[in-house]
T-cell receptor, first 113, second 112 residues
Framework: GENVEQHPSTLSVQEGDSAVIKCTYSDSASNYFPWYKQELGKGPQLIIDIRSNVGEKKDQRIAVTLNKTAKHFSLHITETQPEDSAVYFCAASLKGGSYIPTFGRGTSLIVHP | DVKVTQSSRYLVKRTGEKVFLECVQDMDHENMFWYRQDPGLGLRLIYFSYDVKMKEKGDIPEGYSVSREKKERFSLILESASTNQTSMYLC???????????FGQGTRLTVV
């Protein structure tokens, strides 16, 4: 089955800095890569996603890049703000089967004011 | 807005009790999921369901069962709760071949 590795497990930045979270996946058939943000006391919520036919996608201060050859994808947050502090999960969905996503272990992002 | 509602935010149960965690979604989604979240282990899939009365085992089904009698409701059952089932439980739903998953707020279960 699919295996998703996520790094780092903890990331601490100063407000205004950029943050990058990286994930690798094992199954080349995966074709959908969402990112979820989980704030304290809440369930995860989708913030951005990318499909295998696209190399990069942006939404305001958030961007995701995908390298299918290397089987890795990354989340980039620019001009970080304290409200970006949360746990972020990457996931990969296996194509042509159950489409059940496999999640990474999560990154705890802390943005210091 | 899609809403996934879990019946309890916090539960404390005794070892050996039968525990029911309820989840309801209001967007007519076919797919529903139960995940367990533990620090450092991320989200691990317990069971999922594509349709009413249909269920499939996820990665960690041992000690759990599920029930889906109606499309909008997916229940997780701990047949005999044990202390190692103390965890955060998250329900999610999605439409069709999986795209965005919508999560509930989670149930923090403590088994004493």
């Amino acid at each position: 089955g699919e295996n998703v590795e996520q790094h780092p497990s903890t990331l601490s930045v100063q407000e205004g800095d950029s943050a990058v979270i990286k994930c690798t996946y094992s199954d080349s058939a995966s074709n959908y890569f969402p990112w979820y943000k989980q704030e304290l006391g809440k369930g995860p919520q989708l913030i951005i996603d990318i499909r295998s036919n696209v190399g990069e996608k942006k939404d305001q201060r958030i961007a995701v890049t995908l390298n299918k050859t290397a089987k890795h994808f990354s989340l980039h947050i620019t001009e970080t703000q304290p409200e970006d502090s949360a746990v972020y999960f990457c996931a990969a969905s296996l194509k042509g089967g159950s489409y059940i996503p496999t999640f990474g272990r999560g990154t705890s992002l802390i943005v210091h004011p | 807005d899609v809403k996934v509602t879990q019946s309890s935010r916090y539960l404390v149960k005794r070892t050996g009790e039968k525990v029911f965690l309820e989840c309801v979604q209001d967007m007519d989604h076919e797919n529903m999921f139960w995940y367990r979240q533990d620090p450092g282990l991320g989200l691990r899939l317990i069971y999922f369901s594509y349709d009413v009365k249909m269920k499939e085992k996820g990665d960690i089904p041992e000690g759990y069962s599920v029930s889906r009698e109606k499309k909008e409701r997916f229940s997780l059952i701990l047949e005999s709760a044990s202390t190692n089932q103390t965890s955060m439980y998250l329900c999610a739903s999605s439409f069709g071949q999986f795209l965005e998953a919508f999560f509930g707020q989670g149930t923090r279960l403590t088994v004493v």
